[in-house]
């Protein structure tokens, strides 16, 4: 009867270190995704900044805001090393989705100061015994700010 219970007690913290580990591979993900889109971000935002500054010296002043996101998809998907559709990023292990960029860029220039935001959510897949059993959707915000001198 004792191995009984000894072989349970073994499967439970098995199952307990199994949901452990699967929480902290997806907690890295997300931070890694987030990391390297703030990365993407703020190169991106410093050659928007340049561009803006070049036409402002060049007599331009009715500089406006502006949605970049296919030309940030483009860096990013470049970048990442990402497969794209749209404005929708993937990073693919396989034929199997690890997880997906979406949602648009979006730019603000207000008083000398460029302002991007990315307002996107990383969908990773749950797979159980080979099954996708349901999307896990992590909302995130990356922003990036360039004050123009």
């Given amino acids: ?29 997300v931070s890694r995704a987030r990391d390297d889109t703030q990365r993407v971000l703020d190169s991106f935002c410093i050659e928007k900044a340049v561009v803006i500054y070049d036409s402002i010296k060049n007599g331009n002043k009715q500089m406006v805001s ?4 296919t030309e940030f998809m483009a860096k990013i998907a470049d970048e990442l090393g990402l497969s794209r559709t749209g404005n929708t990023g ?22 000398d100061t460029l302002s ?14 080979g099954q996708k059993v349901t999307d896990m959707r992590v909302p995130l915000k990356v922003e990036s700010i360039y ?3």
Avoid: C
């Fill in 1 to 29: 009867m004792t191995h009984i219970k000894s072989a349970v007690l073994v499967l439970i913290m098995m199952m307990l270190f199994s949901l452990i580990f699967f929480y902290a591979s997806m907690m890295s993900t």
């Fill in 66 to 69: 502006g949605t970049y996101t």
């Fill in 90 to 111: 993937f990073h693919r292990s396989g034929s199997d989705i690890i997880f997906q960029y979406t949602n648009p860029l979006t730019a603000n220039l207000k008083n």
């Fill in 116 to 129: 991007l935001t990315m307002d996107f959510e990383i969908v990773m897949p749950i797979n159980f015994a």
């Fill in 147 to 149: 004050v123009l001198k």
